[in-house]
């Protein structure tokens, strides 16, 4: 799996969008793009991926370069209920159904009132 | 909303004794996992099971941890024989044949003295 690269921090004003960026300059034409979080003290979230198109849920949007070396992961309106670690993954999605995450160290967001 | 779930919250053991963690997945996935992560430290994989065997397993998961799924919702992590080491948020995870995401149950802290 493609290594990731992530800001260890960054901080966000209640109601604005927050952009978290994430280089991923050596990923490979069969891996995808994910995102977790972490609230405190509870466990792993997922939140969107994609492979290639810019996809959006009810969570957040994710923008994928068109050379896919990077992406940005939106949290449209952040509330003080999204302050977490969020973790990039790049990975291939293999044997159907099965997900091994691996997490890096992510990027702690800290919504500020 | 289906969730996974783990019981028990919190377990205090003594080191050298044994622990079982207990986890409910969610009811029609197929692969299981254990994650573990020590307090300030990134969420590792231990283990995963599909078709009531280990599909994968990390250097952590050694002789001293073992999985079972006893009937068809429970899915346990034993630890024979505690270490101080062992201290963790231990995290169960599922996921299902066409499902991209993993769900995470909310963890069991483990304080081994």
């Not at chain 1, 992530?6 to 991923?24: I, K, T, V, Y």
């Not at chain 1, 670690?85 to 890096?104: A, E, H, L, P």
């Not at chain 2, 231990?90 to 995401?101: D, K, R």
Request: charged share 20%; hydrophobic share 30%.
């Amino acid at each position: 799996d493609a290594k990731t690269t992530q800001p260890p921090s960054m901080d966000c004003a209640e109601g604005r969008a927050a952009n978290l960026p994430c280089n991923h300059s050596t990923i490979s034409g069969n891996e995808y793009v994910y995102w977790y979080r972490q609230i405190h003290s509870q466990g792993p979230q997922y939140i969107i991926h994609g492979l290639k198109n810019n996809e959006t849920n009810e969570m957040a949007s994710l923008i994928i370069t068109e050379d896919r070396k990077s992406s940005t992961l939106i949290l449209p309106h952040a509330t003080l209920r999204d302050t977490a670690v969020y973790y990039c993954i790049v990975r291939v999605d293999r044997n159907g159904g099965y997900q091994k995450v691996t997490f890096g160290t992510g990027t702690k967001l800290q919504v500020i009132p | 909303e289906p969730e996974v779930t783990q019981t028990p919250s919190h377990q205090v053991t003594q080191m050298g004794q044994e622990v079982i963690l207990r986890c409910v997945p969610i009811s029609n996935h197929l692969y299981f996992y254990w994650y573990r992560q020590i307090l300030g430290q990134k969420v590792e994989f231990l283990v995963s099971f599909y078709n009531n065997e280990i599909s994968e397993k990390s250097e952590i998961f050694d002789d001293q941890f073992s999985v079972e799924r006893p009937d068809g919702s429970n899915f346990t992590l034993k630890i024979r024989s505690t270490k101080l080491e062992d201290s963790a948020m231990y995290f169960c995870a599922s996921g299902g044949q066409t499902y991209n995401e993993q769900f995470f149950g909310p963890g069991t802290r483990l304080t081994v003295l």
